[in-house]
């Protein structure tokens, strides 16, 4: 057979022929696909149906949820300047460090006007001692001139008998008598005194009530000087620490510092009313951080409050009135954390909690 002379006049008469076919398979991969289409829509919307009922009612979430941290706010138990500062803003803090010390000069005064109130009380106990011993002297002194007053008399008396004496004699003989008795009341009777001023009451046996006061007075001061130097009673982290500058003066009872326990965190969420049919103590949870997008940590319900958030806030809602409208309560339910978290946790921060109200519970 002969080669062709002209090729490229074959090549142009096929042409159209592989043009017809090349549009063919078009159509039929447009009609495919737009039947894929079709059918994929109601399948899906099948699929999310599905999905949805299955999954209706099972979970109760919340964004009105929010990081809660132990806060404990130090305030000094006495008052006075400050002399020195131990910690920072932010800083971190163990348990028993030195947050800031008062001046403890006013303090160790009177520590040591204490102890000379202690010794004044020791050094009055002795007199009343040495003052008791010569009481019981006076006693025995105030007998014999009882019985001399009494000899006297009897004396005056047989010469009065005997006519050898007048009425005026006998009336002073009678009349030593009578002080010498009442010299000896006035001698028991200090000595009463003197006793129940060195006796021991049931409250501090074997102790003079005076000794015991001034000694009680020392301790008192003693604790007052301790507590010039305020250290940290847990471990956590200093917020609110303006007020601690060298030379500020400090009040008692006014907070000056707080301490955050950044190490024990939780979730406080606020849960509506509506949601809480199906949940129960011990059921799961997921939490997320509106800080830390990538952060999700694992929880449990630990407890249902006891009240709603209106309950117990300072002005509680007064709905005895024409214009009521109801609203939907939020109670606070507490989420424990349960996974270690690897991000630093802050006290207030927003989250979402959504709990399994299918899991099991405790």
């Known amino acids: 057979m002969a080669d062709n002379p002209n090729p490229d006049i074959d090549t142009l008469e096929d042409k159209p022929v592989q043009t017809e076919a090349v549009k063919v ?108 011993q010569v009481s019981g002297v006076d006693i025995e002194v105030a007998r014999k001139d009882i019985d001399f007053a009494m000899s006297n008399y009897n004396r005056q008396a047989a010469l009065m008998e005997r006519g050898f004496n007048t009425r005026a004699k006998m009336e002073e003989a009678q009349n030593a008598v009578d002080r010498a008795r009442a010299k000896l009341r006035s001698a028991e009777a200090n000595v009463i005194a003197k006793k129940a001023r060195l006796s021991n ?37 200093i917020a609110q620490s303006d007020r601690l500058q060298m030379g500020q003066m400090m009040v008692s009872g006014l907070p000056a510092v707080s301490i955050v326990d950044d190490q024990n965190s939780w979730v406080e969420a606020n849960f509506k009313e509506t949601d809480l049919a199906k949940m129960k103590v011990g059921q799961e949870a997921e939490i997320s951080f509106d800080a830390y997008p990538e952060l999700t940590l694992k929880g449990r319900v630990e407890s249902i409050g006891a009240g709603t958030g209106s309950e117990f806030s300072v002005l509680p809602a007064q709905n005895a009135n024409g214009n009521w409208v109801k609203v939907t309560q939020r109670i606070p339910v507490r989420i424990e954390i349960l996974d270690k978290p690897s991000r630093q946790l802050i006290a207030g921060l927003s989250v979402e909690v959504t709990v399994d109200l299918q899991s099991s519970a405790e």
């Open 201 to 237: 009451g049931p409250a501090a046996p074997g102790e003079n009530p005076d000794v015991a006061n001034a000694k009680v007075s020392k301790k008192q001061a003693q604790l007052n000087l301790d507590r010039t130097r305020v250290v940290a009673p847990i471990s956590g982290r």
């Open 25 to 132: 398979k078009r159509s039929l991969f447009r009609r495919s696909l737009t039947m894929l289409i079709m059918l994929s829509v109601p399948l899906g919307l099948a699929a999310f149906g599905a999905y949805y009922w299955i999954t209706s009612g099972r979970y109760a979430s919340t964004d009105n949820a929010y990081v809660q941290q132990n806060i404990v706010s130090i305030s000094p138990e006495i008052g006075g300047k400050i002399i020195e500062v131990g910690v920072r803003e932010n800083s971190l803090v163990k348990q028993g460090d030195l947050l800031f010390a008062i001046d403890p000069v006013p303090f160790e005064l009177a520590v040591s006007q204490a102890n000379a109130q202690i010794a004044a009380a020791q050094v009055q106990v002795q007199n009343l001692r040495t003052d008791y």
